[in-house]
Each structure stands twice: as C-alpha cells, then as structure tokens.
C-alpha cells in the first residue's frame, strides 16, 4: 500500500495562480466600466464620464427609449519593441455604461463635449419641469 500525500490548500493555489495571471494579463477584449458622476442642476441634467486615452471617434452617445447609453472601446496600445510590461491595471477594449433618464428632462436636445479624457453630457430639463416662482399678494 502506498501512502500520497495530501495538500488541502492545492485547489486554493491553482485558483490563485488563475486569478493572478487573469489580472497581470492585458485586458484586451474585456468589457469594463467608466467612472461616471451624475448631478443635477436647476436647468441641466449632467453627466461626466472618465475617459481617458479614449479617442473621439471611439465613443457613441445616443438616448432611446429614455435610456441614455454611453459605449466605446479603450484600444491597449502595442507595446515597444525590447520593453515588457510589468504589471497592467488599467482597462482596454470596449465599454458600455446606460442610464434611465427621467422623462422631466429633453432628449432631444441633448449636448455633448469631450475634453481632457473627460466626456460631459448635457440634458436639459423640459420648461414644465423647470422651477417658477409665484409672486404671493397679501390682501388686508
């Protein structure tokens, strides 16, 4: 009879392995996310997404259906000839972030700019949503 020796934490190990190797690997092709902060204002519903290293022409913004859909693709770029990596955090490949909008604002007129890897979206709120103020008469 021969004896084997048991290790319990061997499936740990190759699970780690895994893991490690998924997140030191380029992460091209695999969707990710933006960071994207939403505040509203007294006329304007504003999005601002982090983009950065995006290209202009590699970003879609379009509403239907009271969705409005923020897609793209951050392309990893091709490493120097003689340089290795040493470690890739960041994302690449494409990205789609959707949001309901809610029917108080126009999507008609939705705007759009795209500046220091930082893309703003505009929505700006209906006339019948907009705040009024009401002069109030005292009478004596």
């Known amino acids: 009879m021969s004896l084997s020796h048991f290790d319990p934490l061997a499936n740990l190990r190759l699970f780690e392995d895994a893991f490690t190797r998924m997140m030191t ?6 969707p990710w996310s933006p ?5 509203e204002t007294e ?12 290209d202009l022409k590699d ?3 379009r509403v239907e259906n009271q969705t409005l859909t923020i897609s793209g ?3 990893f770029g091709s490493q120097d000839s003689g340089k290795g990596y040493h470690r890739i955090e960041r994302s690449y490949g494409n990205f789609t972030r959707s949001f309901a909008v809610p029917n108080t604002f126009d999507t008609e007129k939705i705007g759009a700019a795209f500046k ?3 893309l703003s ?7 019948a ?5 009401v002069k109030v008469q005292v009478s004596e």
């Open 129 to 133: 949503a907009k705040p009024r103020q």
């Open 35 to 39: 960071a994207v902060d939403i505040y």
């Open 59 to 61: 970003i879609d913004v």
């Open 116 to 118: 220091n890897g930082v």
């Open 25 to 30: 690997e380029p992460r091209a092709n695999r």
């Open 121 to 127: 979206v505009t929505l700006p709120k209906k006339e």
């Open 43 to 54: 006329n304007e519903l504003v999005l601002k997404a982090d983009l950065p290293e995006v």
């Open 73 to 75: 693709e951050r392309k």
